[in-house]
């Protein structure tokens, strides 16, 4: 029932907007006896209408699509390693070479290659890399340092260990546009996926 109201509200919208407007803008210009004008206008209307159509932010990428990419490549990456961590017995990789290594050779192949959304290149340094070598600290942020590294849109891996040596928990953070690791809008701290 819904489906029937909203298609009969979008053709009278569609009959007010491309018949009856242009219609009466015609009409009006002939009842002063313009009709050359009443040509233009109906013309000058639709190209109207198409411009604002066009440029009412359904193509307009503001970032987020993007940051959206980023944080799929940053999911499509958590699964490669929990893969990972299932063939070694609970472990995970000291590294992204490591990783890819692994996942490369042997009977089952998972890795999966993806392309950075900011600069649309793939591999390492390009669309991941390990976390702590491209560092840098810019400010603190609560308990938190905000980092800031060398590559917009590129996911980046990082694990600690346990007491006993043992690679037992990781974190995956991406970065935005500005090189800057992305941070959860609601909480101000990083958007980070982990085993914990």
């Keep these: 029932m819904n489906d ?18 242009p219609y009466g ?13 009443s040509y233009i206008s109906v013309i000058l209307y639709f ?17 987020r699509t993007k940051l959206a ?3 799929s490549n940053m999911h499509t990456f958590q699964t ?5 961590s299932m063939d070694v017995n609970g472990n ?10 692994f996942a490369t050779t042997g009977k089952t192949h998972y890795w999966r290659d993806f392309k950075n959304p900011y600069t649309r290149e793939t591999g390492k340094g390009n669309a991941y890399d390990d976390f702590d070598k491209n560092l840098r600290e810019k400010k603190t942020i609560g308990w938190f340092f905000k980092k800031e590294v060398k590559c917009s849109g590129c996911v980046y891996y990082s694990f600690a ?20 690791i992305i941070t959860d809008a609601q909480t101000g701290f990083p958007f980070v996926l982990s085993n914990n």
């Excluded at 190209?47 to 970032?63: E, L």
């Design 47 to 63: 190209i109207f209408i198409f411009f604002s159509n066009n440029n009412n932010g359904i193509h307009h990428d503001d970032g």
């Design 161 to 180: 260990m346990n007491k006993k040596g043992e690679l037992n928990n990781y974190f995956i953070y991406g970065s935005d546009k500005n090189g800057e």
């Design 4 to 21: 029937i109201i909203i298609i009969i509200i979008l053709l009278i919208f569609f009959f007010l907007v491309f018949i009856l407007i």
């Design 80 to 84: 490669m390693i929990d893969t990972y």
């Design 69 to 71: 990419s980023v944080k």
């Design 92 to 101: 995970y990789p000291k590294n992204v070479t490591e990783l890819k290594k």
């Design 25 to 37: 803008i015609y009409k009006l210009f002939l009842f002063f006896k313009k009709e050359w004008l």
